[in-house]
């Protein structure tokens, strides 16, 4: 009964532990969920959703009306189709690439106009050849110059060549097939003076090849410095220039640089609003800049764009305060013009200059891009903004699409306007009277059609000697003769390596091993000493080498012993043992004067 009892308390203690185990359990449970959706909250609806996957496709002609809501009228669709024609301006069609789920922050075009690169978050850099694809529109090469750093800025050169800036703190140039060719070397982070390093020390922000050099090429970092690097040498930069801090002693990270179309100036600016220009005189840039403007754009913004126009005078800059502006080089303190209401949250938002010098074209970005209610994402709009320098206004703007535009990119040759998207696509604006290849090649060429003639099947191919019904059994002997007259087949293998060794290899003698050998092969303690000097007798007394004629005559005549045969010898030791047994067996009191003399007679 006692036992039953202790049994019973027992049950009764384990069930109410479990029941409070199960208690905290559910408490923490109500704990996590009530914390996860309070995180939830502060989010915005498209955090982990997934992007919509946007597919390569060919617009013949753009609907305007689909893409310019906001205007209601018919008359502000004429004006828009007048400026058009009055600009001239290749939108009239468009081909979308797809290049991923990510936003696309870079883009080049190689100089014949055939290829295009496109890079972005995604970490890759994909490659187009409009002359290979078909209305598929897909890239024939795919690669990630550095693992885990965003693509921010890519640059062909005449041969095929492009540079390569992404997010590390290296700069790569790849072959036109897309193979490593150079790997710049980096600086060291621990010293203070940069100037005493090899390479930027912190990530880079742009990169540009010197129009009359292609052996040249400037980059940018986030720890204040621009180099200028020879193609040849990755050891270690060719020129260093640092960006003037307007308060002393801090660095100022360079958001952008650019080369003047003659090589002579170099623009770089900084994130505290600065804009400088530097002057490159007999392949030097002086030390300090001749040209600066402090309040160039607004501080703590990313300057993410500054472009030289082909006349070396005019230079245009794309701030973060969502502001273009226009600069003479000349009078340099204050901008020409200035373009507002130009939304900028990307720091690799550029602009271009159309191919004869007259219009500046800049995207915008769609603030309600990361809302959290998808109807206002979908109201947004990244458009593509038309401005004239000659008229100093701004003359038309085109709805791309959803999303931001972060690239733009205008070819002279092809006359083609390309744009980067945060949507992970590419959409290429073109005409089909104004523009000439590029997108003309590929939008109306098709696939090609499957053909039964084309049509590769995979069957075994059977041969009859080999089936067991056709086999023939081969004589012994004969196979024994072809063995013999074969070389590989006949030939007798190494023998293993024999003998001492040391440190698992054979036949190599140790200090122990060749000590031995030399002891082995001294003879001398095999040889008589007596004889061996009295060889050198004559021979020291003809040529006497050790002693001069000073000691010729002083020097006392050695005598040597006389040799004695080995009879003579055992004869005296026998008288020897014989006296001595003659005095072992002596009595005690005998007289020792008559023992000696008989041991003398003896």
Known sequence: ??????????????????????????????????????MMASLPQTF???????KSSVHRKRNFETYSKSMASQEQMNAVMSNIKKYQLPVTCEMVLAHGQKSVTALALDPRGGRLLTGGYDYNVKMWDFAGMT????????LEPDEGHVVRQLRYRKGGKFLCITGYRVASIFSREGQVEHKYNRGDMYIHDLQHTVGHVAALTDGHWNPKDDQEFLTSSEDGTMRIWDVSTERRSKEYIKLKPRSGGRRTPVTACAFSPDGSMIAGAGKMGSLQIWERKKQRV???????????????????????ASDNRTLA???????????????????VVVFNDLPNAYPTSDIAFSPKGDLIICGTS?????????????TGKGELVFFSRKEQKEIQRIRICHSSVIRVLWNARLNQIFCGCADGAVRGLYDTQLSKNGALLCVGKKPKKKSAMDFTSFLNIKNPNALPLFAQTQNPKRLREKKRADPIASKKPLEPMKGEGSQGRVGVHNLTTHLMQCMAKNTLRNEDPREALLAYDDKAKADPMFYGNAYKHTQPKPIFAEAKDEDEDEEESEKIKELKRKISSAPLGADPEAQRKDWQNS
Do not use: Y
């Open 286 to 308: 002086t030390p300090r800049a001749k040209k600066k403007v402090w309040n160039a754009h607004e501080p703590q913004t990313d300057t993410s764009c500054v472009v030289f």
């Open 317 to 335: 800059s794309r701030g973060g305060d969502g502001t273009l502006k226009v600069w003479d080089t000349r009078k340099f303190k204050k901008p």
């Open 135 to 142: 209305s598929t529109l897909q890239s024939f090469r795919e």
């Open 366 to 378: 769609n603030t309600n891009e990361h809302s959290a209610n998808e109807s206002e994402r979908k």
């Open 1 to 38: 009964r006692e036992r039953e009892k202790a049994e019973a308390r027992l049950q009764a203690q384990m069930q109410v532990e479990e029941e409070k185990r199960a208690a905290a359990a559910a408490k923490r449970k109500d704990e996590i969920e009530k914390a996860t959706q309070e």
């Open 48 to 54: 982990g959703a997934k992007k919509e996957e946007i």
